[in-house]
């Protein structure tokens, strides 16, 4: 038998069919169209990524002016709490001469101001990135100051409301004979102060707001904590 002519062979050999070509080009357009997208997914996943960090990052700068609002509030409280702790202690002792004793029933009636807290924060909770705080610590630091330390300062300030309301202010209605512009005479004050319940309500009133006090200072230095810690973590 006689063997095929080498040129022939080798032509058969090393040549492809049009279908085989076109097979190894789709795939390569494939693989490469498989590539972009792994790629554009990639690219959008990471510009998403910075996006949220830098969104999470404004968001503790709002945290932060919430904060020294706060801290302002308290330090206004404080002064104006302690001044009326004062005033109240003098009376109780009847120290009237440096006292407008009209004004006794006003400064009694002075309730514990509440205050919305927290406002960045409630916002980072319904937008889920407060679970993008790596910082484990800084997170419970802001979850207790807002849910345990701010929220037992705003039932306190309620309580406190309804009791001025509901005791301070009806006494002083049904044993203060008011003039008009809701004036009284100091007379009268004293009179109650001397002989009637007016002492222990203000003794109460007054240990109330000690304890006021000290619970402000307490959350003040939490709150100037939490401005330390976040300006250290995003500043």
Known sequence: MENPPAGRAGKTGKSA?????YLKYAIGE????????????????????????EELKASMYSMLDDLAQDIEFYSAEIERIGKRVILLNDFT???????????IPDILSYNIPNKD???TYLSLKQDRQFNMIKNLELKEKITSYYEVYCEEYSVIATWHREFVTETIENYFLLNLPYKRGYKVDSKDVINEVENGKLLSITNY???????????????KLLAEEMMQFINSEYK
């Open 30 to 53: 494939i693989v490469l169209v498989v590539i972009g997208i792994l790629i554009a997914l990639q690219l959008n996943a990471w510009k998403e990524e910075i996006q949220a960090k």
């Open 117 to 119: 807290f927290g406002t």
């Open 93 to 103: 002792q009847g120290n009237y001469s440096d006292i407008d004793i009209e004004d």
């Open 205 to 219: 009133q007054i240990t109330v707001q000690d304890e006021a006090i000290v619970r402000l200072k307490n959350i």
């Open 17 to 21: 069919s049009p279908a085989g070509r």
